[in-house]
């Protein structure tokens, strides 16, 4: 205390408010923790660091991070953030504000939140959006779980393998606990199979699919005739989606999915080594209200004027309790800020330019990769920003000669293959400064 | 605050631009995929300048109550300062451009941090090991359980489908369970407000996987039983989760690995000072007793033994993959800048000062509030009301919603209002170790104001906030009537 720059209280503050409370020390005021549960030693924590030192401390960790030109996507991709972005995400009226439960004063985040809600609505085509989930996998999970309980005693959800590795292992996990069984859809051609889709539905257990907009291989999926398929047996289509992508490619309601899932992140927030991202989720009307999460709705003080709350909260786990199909909470709202700045920033034609850019990019090093001799094609299926190759070379040879030149790529995939993405960040330069490491290969 | 009424959406004008992209190098873009894969319309974004977009959010902005705006007593939410250096960690661009997938002699830095998080977190809990791949306290509620369900079922005994959550649990507690596919047995509190070991008792047999307790509870009572909580719930085979979302009155005093829990999760964005922005994001870490080490969730971070950090993507044990890579990197870089700041000096304080403010405010307002639980507590306790509620003959008394929205007056966020549900009339308050004595008599001052309000003339708080940008929007409207996107139509 005397002296730590977060804690205000003086030795005379302390001796006051002992006084008020009546108690001696502030060991007393644990008198009712039984000695034997107290810890009495000293924490094996380093000494109190000033701000200098904790600056340089991780200033020194920074230093042991490899700066590479990231050509890999895979959940995370690496589009360029405007400089508005952070500058408004870190306004502390965002950044240190709750939950907005008191509304009176939070209709700063509850606007951005509508904002937010309608950009997603917009960009998949559905009708209502949630206020965000914490990321694109657990968001599928949660739709999983969405469509079993919308399905009346069906228990059963199939997923496409051309879902990405993440996505699957987060939805494996969330239905062993929650005992829902899963099937899988193929995908040997790059592309979800419709038969296997068909076959399965068959047995008429099926709750509902989840299957890619733009999938693990970069393809963007047709998925003619998968929407009518599911609803013929009353089960929900669910697609995973890449919302930057959706600017482009077909919406999930031109599909006509039910639910659509995807990871925010593409949306000009930074790759964080992982997170923070986004989880995002909307659904047409019909499924309202098994939608996990926070919701925000447009109404009227008692003044008139528009306003701004979280709505229909008998959805939510602090009311229903052990009922609650979801356990969400906290979820990403600040990040959901950085998705609807950015949305704001780029309209539709940056939208359409960042897709124009990526797309030309990545073809681009396609015919520069295959040139090489280096790589044979595996698929002959339309791609956005990211593709698969097979390599002819080693690949765990050819990461190694990209990363000492610089770059992140050619990830190494499941199948065997490597995949490459471009974003419109990646430079004409650069892409030709890959080529040239990988021909030294 | 002054009441700003756009959208970004109502600001828009055709031909507008907000971006700056470099030129396209290849004169040819996405309009080459096939037409039966493109969108038919573009997604009606709007069209605004960046200029536009900057007064339009900092006038947002401007409507919003922040820590950095107020003292903001808001119970079980633990709303402490965020100190700025970390913002500035965060931010490194160094750490910002890591792609997760990396190989990892690339990223030994930020692997480093989680390893030296993990030692941090580890001698602040008496837990062995922990994940941080949970992306909020309620993720990680779900995570630990589903670590529980796995140690079960690793040992082949299926029976243990049912846990233990006191009435006086967070509601993410039984819904964490449910969504896990355990069923939920509630055990009650007596009227002290702790969980009723005779109530438990019976409870214990071979289909319990655990209990979720959280220590102090949510009424910030320590559960001065919990070593024998913890020998009967262990005799019976089950585990003991901590629910860590009170962890910071513990803070130097009590480590939940000593209290005999074999689970729990903390949250970094509570205890571990970061912010909180407007409802996420968080990070969960769930933290291990050394059995359960090799269940924790996929990938983890190890270290070799040359002293590099490796990430392991898959383990025979593990409990599965609970999040799309490592966690939330971001909040764990504040969250490690936050102990290194504290070191072990002033983390043992940390605690001690928010119990010291909790108890203040408590014996300061005791007079005019009623108190259920009269004796010490922990880093928050419960008033249900006020004593004089201004009620007589055909008045009706002021709620502790009008309380609350009063306080939004006077430049104080409310506290937690009727929770937990104990209390009809539940106002739930915790300073933090952050808040200062002058801060904090201001608040008395106000709530003892606010008190005699009401017993003089209650519908000055009934008719309250009267100072807000909008005062009391039509809930029960926005429910029954929902427009939940710009251009819904009310039906």
Not at chain 1, 120 to 147: Q, R
Not at chain 2, 205 to 215: E, K, L, P, S
């Amino acid at each position: 205390m005397a002296g730590f720059a977060y804690f205000p209280h003086t030795e005379e503050d302390i001796r006051q408010m002992l006084q008020r409370i009546g108690v001696g020390s502030l060991d007393d005021l644990y008198s009712d923790v039984p000695d034997g549960v107290k810890y009495k030693g000293e924490y094996d924590l380093p000494s109190a660091l000033s701000e200098q030192e904790v600056r340089d401390w991780f200033a020194s960790l920074d230093a042991k991070d490899v700066p590479l030109k990231v050509f890999v996507g895979a959940g995370a991709y690496d589009h360029y953030t405007p400089s508005v972005i952070p500058y408004i995400t870190s306004r502390s009226e965002f950044l240190t504000a709750y939950t907005p439960y008191q509304c009176e004063i939070s209709q700063g985040t509850l606007r951005y939140i509508f904002e937010y809600q309608s950009m997603i609505c917009t960009l998949t085509g559905l009708d209502v959006s949630n206020a965000s989930m914490y990321d694109g996998p657990t968001a599928a999970a949660e739709a999983m779980k969405m469509a079993v309980a919308s399905a009346k005693k069906k228990n059963r959800v199939l997923l496409s393998k051309a879902l990405l590795p993440n996505v699957l292992h987060v939805v494996e996990t969330y239905a062993k606990y929650a005992g829902i069984d899963l099937g899988y859809l193929s995908a040997e051609s790059g592309q979800t199979s419709l038969a296997d889709l068909q076959e399965a539905l068959a047995a008429g257990d099926v709750a509902g699919a989840i299957v890619p907009s733009v999938n693990r291989y970069g393809i963007v999926e047709d998925l003619t005739g998968f929407a009518d398929a599911l609803h013929e047996q009353k089960a929900v289509l669910v697609q995973s989606c890449d919302p930057s992508a959706l600017a482009v490619v077909k919406s999930p309601a031109e599909w006509g999915a039910d639910i659509a899932v995807g990871d925010g992140q593409s949306l000009g927030i930074p790759l964080n080594f992982g997170g923070p991202y986004v989880g995002f989720m909307a659904c047409k009307t019909e499924y309202l209200r098994k939608l996990p999460g926070r919701i925000v709705g447009q109404t009227e003080d008692r003044d008139g004027k528009r306003a701004f709350v979280l709505t229909l909260q008998a959805r939510e786990q602090h009311i229903r309790r052990e009922k609650a199909t979801s356990n969400i909470c906290s979820n990403e709202s600040l990040m959901a800020l950085w998705a609807t700045v950015y949305l704001s920033l780029m309209g539709p034609k940056g939208m359409q330019q960042v897709n124009d850019l990526s797309y030309a990019g990545a073809h681009y090093l396609d015919d520069a990769l295959l040139a090489t001799g280096r790589f044979q094609p595996v698929f002959d299926k339309p791609f956005l920003k990211e593709f698969v190759l097979k390599p002819l070379v080693d690949p765990a040879k050819l990461q190694a000669k990209l990363l000492e030149k610089g770059f992140f790529a050619a990830l190494q995939t499941e199948e065997g293959y490597v995949s490459f993405c471009v974003t419109e960040k990646r430079t004409k330069a650069e892409i030709d400064a890959l080529v040239e490491a990988v021909k030294e290969v | 605050m002054k009441y700003y009424d756009k959208l970004v959406f109502e600001l828009s004008r055709e031909g507008r631009t907000g971006y700056s992209l470099p030129a396209n190098p290849w004169s040819k873009g996405a309009e080459t995929l096939p037409a039966a894969l493109r969108r038919s319309t573009p997604a009606a974004l709007p069209q605004v300048s960046e200029v536009d977009v900057v007064r339009h959010y900092t006038n947002l902005s401007q409507m919003n109550f922040g820590v950095d705006t107020g003292f903001y007593p808001l119970g079980s939410c633990t709303m402490k300062y965020n100190p700025k250096i970390n913002e500035e960690i965060a931010a490194m661009p160094g750490f910002q451009r890591l792609h997760p997938l990396q190989p990892a002699c690339s990223v030994q830095g930020a692997l480093e941090v989680y390893y030296e998080m993990n030692k941090a977190l580890a001698a602040i809990t008496g837990m062995s090991l922990f994940t941080f791949n949970p992306c909020a306290g309620a993720h990680g509620e779900l995570t630990g359980l589903m670590i529980m369900r796995q140690y079960h079922l690793l040992r082949g005994d299926v029976k243990r489908t049912r846990v233990i959550v006191p009435d006086s649990a967070h509601g993410t507690n039984p819904a964490s369970a449910a969504v896990c596919g355990l069923e939920v047995v509630v055990v009650k509190s007596t009227p002290e407000g702790l969980v009723d070991v005779n109530d438990l008792k019976p409870l214990l047999d071979d289909t319990i996987a655990g209990i979720m307790m959280t220590n102090p509870n949510t009424l910030g009572l320590f559960e001065k039983e919990i070593v024998e909580i913890a020998s009967l719930v262990h005799a019976c085979g089950g585990l003991l989760y901590y629910d860590g979302a009170n962890m910071n009155p513990m803070l130097g005093v009590v480590r939940p690995g000593d209290m005999g829990f074999d689970i729990m999760h903390l949250n970094l964005h509570k205890t571990f000072s970061t912010p909180h922005g407007g409802g996420g994001p968080g990070s969960g870490p769930v933290g291990v007793a050394a059995r359960l080490a090799d269940i924790i969730p996929v990938p983890k971070v190890v270290r070799s033994s040359d002293g590099t950090f490796q990430v392991v993507g898959a383990s025979e044990k593990t409990a599965g993959q609970v999040s799309g890579f490592l966690g939330n990197f971001g909040i764990i870089l504040r969250a490690y800048a936050y102990i290194l700041a504290l070191g072990k000096e002033n983390i043992k304080l940390a605690g001690k000062l928010s119990v010291l403010g909790a108890n203040y405010i408590k014996e300061s307002l005791k007079d005019a509030y009623k108190l259920p639980i009269p004796t010490v507590c922990k880093h928050e306790f419960v008033f249900d009301g006020l004593i004089n509620d201004g009620a007589h003959d055909e008045v009706h008394g002021a709620t502790t919603l009008d309380v609350a929205k009063r306080l939004l007056d006077f430049g104080f966020h409310a506290p937690t209002i009727y929770f937990p549900l104990l209390f009809h009339q539940a106002i739930m308050i915790e300073p933090t170790e952050t808040e200062s004595k002058e801060t904090m008599d201001a608040f008395i001052e106000v709530m003892h104001k606010i008190a005699a309000e009401a017993a003089q003339d209650p519908t000055i708080l009934q008719e309250a906030p009267h100072t807000t940008p909008v005062r009391r929007p039509d809930e029960t409207r926005a429910a029954r009537q929902p427009i939940l996107k710009f251009g819904d139509a009310a039906v």
